[in-house]
């Protein structure tokens, strides 16, 4: 199964866009790319997924690479609220998600 | 969307005692169904998978006489923690989906044994 590496914490400031990156270097030609986030003591929310195509929603926008071993989550102006555990996945077998250690976004005032 | 509703959301039981959680998909049917586990500031493991009309499939390392999974219906996937400790002591989160389309998770339920 492919595995994902992503910073352990990032920040950005209220207003300004924040930009996770996510390496997924032994993603197969079949696996999808899933975003997903954690606010404290909540289930994991569904931002975005994608293939091999760029990917845009109410949320956020989704940047993959060409050769499809690395991925960019884009919020384009991030506020109080997105500060949450950023988690980027690779749809194993279209079954199991398995979860990586994720990206603590803290957006500060 | 698709909902998944989870219950309770916070339980306190004393040590030895059973403990049941229920995870509903609210509208949609749900052949399979996950189980996390999730210790504080760390991120979630998926202790098993719970097939509808099946026994589920655990992962490894977890023990299934510990932590007894049922799926008997498309809608409903019950955790039982059997004869819990103060170690058992944790976040337990489901999910359900339709496979490539993604997965919904439940809100969580906060597990604290005394």
């Known amino acids: 199964d492919a595995k994902t590496t992503q910073p352990t914490s990032m920040d950005c400031a209220e207003g300004r866009a924040a930009n996770l990156p996510c390496n997924h270097s032994?993603?197969?030609?079949?696996?999808?790319v899933y975003w997903y986030r954690q606010i404290h003591s909540q289930g994991p929310q569904y931002i975005i997924h994608g293939l091999k195509n760029n990917e845009t929603n109410e949320m956020a926008s989704l940047i993959i690479t060409e050769d499809r071993k690395s991925s960019t989550l884009i919020l384009p102006h991030a506020t109080l609220r997105d500060t949450a555990v950023y988690y980027c996945?690779?749809?194993?077998?279209?079954?199991?998600?398995?979860f990586g250690s994720g990206t603590k976004l803290n957006v500060k005032p | 969307g698709a909902v998944v509703s989870q219950h309770p959301s916070r339980v306190i039981c004393k040590s030895g005692t059973s403990v049941k959680i229920e995870c509903r998909s609210l509208?949609?049917?749900?052949?399979?169904m996950f189980w996390y586990r999730q210790f504080p500031k760390k991120s979630l493991m998926l202790m098993a998978t719970?097939?509808?009309?099946?026994?589920?499939?655990?992962e490894q390392g977890v023990e299934k006489d510990k932590f007894l999974i049922n799926h008997a219906s498309l809608t409903l996937s019950t955790l039982t923690v059997t004869s819990a400790h103060p170690e058992d002591s944790s976040f337990y989160i489901c999910s359900a989906g339709t496979g490539r389309y993604g997965y919904t998770f439940g809100s969580g339920t906060r597990l604290t044994v005394v």
């Open positions: 509208d949609f049917q749900a052949t399979t």
């Open positions: 719970s097939n509808e009309g099946s026994k589920a499939t655990y």
């Open positions: 996945i690779v749809l194993y077998n279209f079954n199991k998600f398995y």
């Open positions: 032994t993603i197969s030609g079949n696996e999808y």
